[in-house]
DNA sequence: CACCAATCTGGACTTTGTCTAATTTCCGGA
DNA sequence: TCCGGAAATTAGACAAAGTCCAGATTGGTG
């Protein structure tokens, strides 16, 4: 599958999101990519060429997104949220020297043994996160 | 188990600190409580009665039990970082609207079919995090 | 007491993210 | 085409978490 502009167009409204120029370059940068990618990543990349869009767009665009499920939240690094374009089932691998982010399809993975979830809650995910380093 | 600041010095020993007045303090407030707490929320605890520890050696007393393995670090939260005197195995559960962060016994907790990791890497941790709401 | 190393401190600084009031863009109706 | 208003974007001020550093304090040893 391939991400063009012309396609995030229809991707956007199919979230319910009006697609105007900036939106599209945002998405442009996740979808093209597959990358997890910080709200500062995306604002570098949208703005490679000459600066066209803002700090605060780039902000309110993403947690739009967000909203309308066409992203996720992905909160590994203290310092940092990542932004996922990936919003399949799946899990992560995080290497904490150099802070690359990657995916592990949770079609494999299984869990099981969770205790029952407090009466009244509902589960609003499930964050697997494997950690891991360099040997020494 | 008690955990009074008499005990804090041996524990702070047993794990390579020079206890002083400060880390016995900022241990005390952790222990004493088994809870998840932020710097600014050890900050307030350990200034309670009157102004004795000052911001820097809150976080650089932090990240030294982390280091000497006293405590763990616990990401679920974008914009803090939580501290946890709990260094067991164990995941967590959150509740996102309030914020509520509780501990799962790791013990009848089962993940298997995990990839394996790619060459020259260790598991350093591995993050289970579930993610509750209040029902709609 | 005098010295030295370890520790602590205030406060400046950085980074990530939020907020707001003003401007720009977009679109439908006259 | 022109107009009015809603939606979107913007610059920049602001806030909060965390880092850094140079100077002061502490506490033990000779
Ligand atoms: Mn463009
Ligand atoms: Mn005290
Ligand atoms: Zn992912
Ligand atoms: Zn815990």
Redesign the interface.
């Known amino acids: 599958m391939h991400y063009t502009r012309d396609n995030m167009a229809g991707l956007l409204r199919s979230h319910d999101i009006n697609p105007t120029h900036q939106r599209i370059e945002i998405a442009h940068a996740l979808f093209s990519r597959q990358e997890h990618l910080s709200a500062d990543q995306v604002m570098a990349i949208v703005n490679t060429r000459h600066s066209e869009t803002s700090k605060a767009t780039v902000y309110n665009t993403l947690k739009l997104f967000l909203e309308k499920g066409l992203v996720r939240?992905v909160?590994?690094?203290?310092s940092?949220?990542f932004f996922d374009p990936n919003t399949g089932p799946h899990h992560h691998?995080y290497?904490?020297d150099t802070g690359k982010l990657s995916d592990?399809?949770a079609a494999?993975?299984?869990?099981?043994?969770?205790?029952p979830?407090?009466p009244?809650?509902?589960?609003?995910?499930?964050?697997?996160?494997?950690?891991?380093?360099?040997?020494?």
Do not use: W, Y
């Open positions: 939240e909160i590994v690094d203290p940092k949220v691998l290497e904490v592990i399809d494999h993975v299984q869990i099981s043994g969770l205790p979830l407090p009244g809650m509902v589960t609003e995910g499930i964050d697997l996160i494997v950690r891991v380093r360099r040997k020494a």
